[in-house]
Nanobody, 125 residues
Framework: VQLQASGGGLVQAGGSLRLSCAASGRTFSNYHMGWFRQAAGKEREFVAAVSGSGQITYASDSMKGRFTVSRDNAKKTVYLQMNSLKAEDTAVYYC???????????????????WGQGTVVTVSS
């Protein structure tokens, strides 16, 4: 599967952005999807994940209530809605995919085999 992330940009603190990750290739619903981010000089961290069916979702504790992950399997696209953005949300955001035999979502980057190229989010304070 190939992944193409988009939707990043420059936004003021308190604003919103919606990231998209379009997939091509095999049956999209067989893949659970994750969003990760990496700020300059920091390690990559988990943001949110969604199972293949879309029924299981969760976000990092630090982002709960602000970030929401969803997917549209017909469009082969996963979304990350980001609200109430803060300067510390500035990072490169990556989507990732992993095929699974059951409905599952993982926060572990090591479990994902396929990665998009990243989209840059800059939040100005």
């Amino acid at each position: 599967v190939q992944l193409q992330a988009s939707g990043g940009g420059l936004v003021q603190a308190g604003g919103s952005l919606r990231l998209s990750c379009a997939a091509s290739g095999r049956t999209f619903s067989n893949y659970h999807m994750g969003w990760f981010r990496q700020a300059a000089g920091k390690e990559r961290e988990f943001v949110a994940a969604v199972s293949g069916s879309g029924q299981i979702t969760y976000a990092s504790d630090s982002m709960k209530g602000r970030f929401t992950v969803s997917r549209d399997n017909a469009k082969k696209t996963v979304y990350l809605q980001m609200n109430s953005l803060k300067a510390e949300d500035t990072a490169v955001y990556y989507c990732a995919a992993e095929p699974g035999t059951y409905d599952y979502a993982s926060e572990k980057s090591s479990e994902y085999d396929y990665w998009g190229q990243g989209t840059v989010v800059t939040v100005s304070s």
